[in-house]
T-cell receptor, first 114, second 113 residues
Framework: NAGVTQTPKFQVLKTGQSMTLQCAQD?????MYWYRQDPGMGLRLIYY???????DKGEVPNGYNVSRLNKREFSLRLESAAPSQTSVYFC?????????????FGNGTRLTVT | AQSVTQLDSQVPVFEEAPVELRCNYS??????LFWYVQYPNQGLQLLLK??????LVKGINGFEAEFNKSQTSFHLRKPSVHISDTAEYFC???????????FGQGTTLQVKP
């Protein structure tokens, strides 16, 4: 079982470039999430999708867009990358809200913006 | 809105000593509480969770946590740590009405020989 798969694992961008981080889960979960992790700040929620066709802003959505392509896939797009977006990005999935189910995380994408 | 505060950014401890990692939360609605562990260069792994019922929750690797509603705390404990427990630990809260999972800032547990 693959669980949550993120691609790419590493990426270096120049300021102003765009890219899309891909995430797919094979656990038939309804909810999916994007977090960023920065030293001393824990994980901060960027966007989440409670179910296919819906997305909501998290704590730090500025500079990002998301697409819930289908039940399996949830992508994160940086339209014009900035050095402040240098971070490790984690995708996660879980059962619907209210269930108390834990999130299952991917292994992360380490992004550097120069 | 809910929030989570981990009171210690780093906790150094000697091997076989007990440890407590502290976590406080705030929320106006009922919550689910979680502890995750992150080993170097890896993703997050669930240690344990509190949904309801008994306030003492046991998790993997000998860890346990106690939910205290009056103090809005969910501290993580282990009676005897090992070198292999060296990692970063995150407390997280999820409300039943939004489904968002909000994390604390993390606590680095450093187990010394």
């Amino acid at each position: 079982n693959a669980g949550v798969t993120q691609t790419p694992k590493f990426q270096v961008l120049k300021t102003g470039q765009s890219m899309t981080l891909q995430c797919a889960q094979d656990m038939n979960h309804n909810s999916m999430y994007w977090y960023r992790q920065d030293p001393g700040m824990g994980l901060r929620l960027i966007y989440y999708s409670a179910s296919e066709g819906t997305t909501d802003k998290g704590e730090v959505p500025n500079g990002y867009n998301v697409s819930r392509l289908n039940k399996r896939e949830f992508s994160l797009r940086l339209e014009s990358a900035a050095p402040s977006q240098t971070s490790v990005y984690f995708c996660a999935s879980s059962e619907p809200r209210g269930s108390g189910s834990p999130l299952h995380f991917g292994n992360g994408t380490r992004l550097t913006v120069t | 809105a809910q929030s989570v505060t981990q009171l210690d950014s780093q906790v150094p401890v000697f091997e076989e000593a007990p440890v407590e990692l502290r976590c406080n939360y705030s929320s106006s609605v009922s919550v689910y509480l979680f502890w995750y562990v992150q080993y170097p260069n890896q993703g997050l792994q669930l240690l344990l969770k509190y949904l309801s019922g008994s306030t003492l929750v046991k998790g993997i690797n000998g860890f346990e946590a106690e939910f205290n509603k009056s103090q809005t705390s969910f501290h993580l404990r282990k009676p005897s740590v090992h070198i292999s427990d060296t990692a970063e630990y995150f407390c997280a809260v999820r409300t039943s009405n939004t489904g968002k999972l909000i994390f604390g800032q993390g606590t680095t547990l450093q187990v010394k020989p």
